[in-house]
């Protein structure tokens, strides 16, 4: 079965620095994704970056990192050059299943983070 | 603009009611979904369909039901034997097997 840990309930980090949110799961698929979403107290989900399990290189995407470890079955998000605006709950997400095979998403529980001016 | 639209906003829902919530893209997304999440708590999947006229249930799919009769409409009826609905629920689409999930804004369900 999938399972996405987040094992930071709340996090806070100064304005400019750079903060990690930490995510590991746990599946028998070899073929997954991996997914970080963004939902600030208005409650849309937007989607921040995305992993795929046979993708060799980390992604990027602007100022968000996926930091993805798998043999340790990790993918934790580093947001660099925090910003007051990016204070807001953080979901990790996974979906097992190749491209012709679309599985069910499993998310974490989540992760608060308060930057601070 | 491509998108997801859910409606209404809030629901207020009686004792014993059955109650329905939209969700409507034109994304021309093959895979539509539907999530309920609690406050402080995670996305926990309730329905999710890959193609229409077909669907599956997901993690909590009891005292719920959906159709897909067309492909950019994904209806949620909460039923009356879901004792304890009062929940944001947010629906999502994409494209089949990419993986990469569009929102809605989301419906907040509140019982009266």
């Known amino acids: 079965a999938q399972k996405i840990t987040q094992t930071q309930p709340g996090m806070f980090v100064q304005e400019k620095e750079a903060v990690t949110l930490d995510c590991t799961y746990d599946?028998?698929?070899?073929?997954?994704?991996l997914f970080w979403y963004k939902q600030p107290s208005s409650g849309e989900m937007i989607f921040l970056i995305y992993?795929?399990?046979?993708?060799?290189q980390n992604a990027t995407e602007g100022r968000y990192s996926l930091n993805f470890q798998k043999a340790r079955k990790s993918a934790n998000l580093v947001i660099s050059a925090s910003q007051l605006g990016d204070s807001a709950m953080y979901f990790c997400?996974?979906?097992?299943?190749?491209?012709?095979?679309?599985?069910?998403?499993?998310f974490g529980d989540g992760t608060t983070l308060t930057v601070k001016p | 603009d491509g998108g997801i639209t859910q409606s209404p906003k809030y629901l207020f829902r009686k004792e014993g009611q059955n109650v329905t919530l939209s969700c409507e893209q034109n994304?021309?997304?093959?895979?539509m979904y539907w999530y309920r999440q609690d406050p402080g708590q995670g996305l926990r999947l309730i329905y999710y369909?890959?193609?229409?006229?077909?669907?599956q249930k997901g993690d909590i799919a009891e005292g719920y039901s959906v159709s897909r009769e067309k492909k950019e409409s994904f209806p949620l009826t909460v039923t009356s034997a879901q004792k304890n609905p009062t929940a944001f629920y947010l629906c999502?689409?994409?494209?089949?097997?990419?993986?990469?999930?569009?929102f809605g804004p989301g419906t907040r369900l509140l019982v009266l």
């Open positions: 999502a689409s994409s494209i089949s097997g990419s993986g990469t999930e569009v």
């Open positions: 599946t028998s698929d070899p073929s997954y994704g």
């Open positions: 992993q795929g399990s046979y993708d060799q």
């Open positions: 369909s890959q193609i229409v006229n077909d669907f």
């Open positions: 994304l021309n997304h093959d895979a």
């Open positions: 997400a996974m979906r097992e299943g190749t491209y012709t095979n679309a599985g069910k998403s499993t």
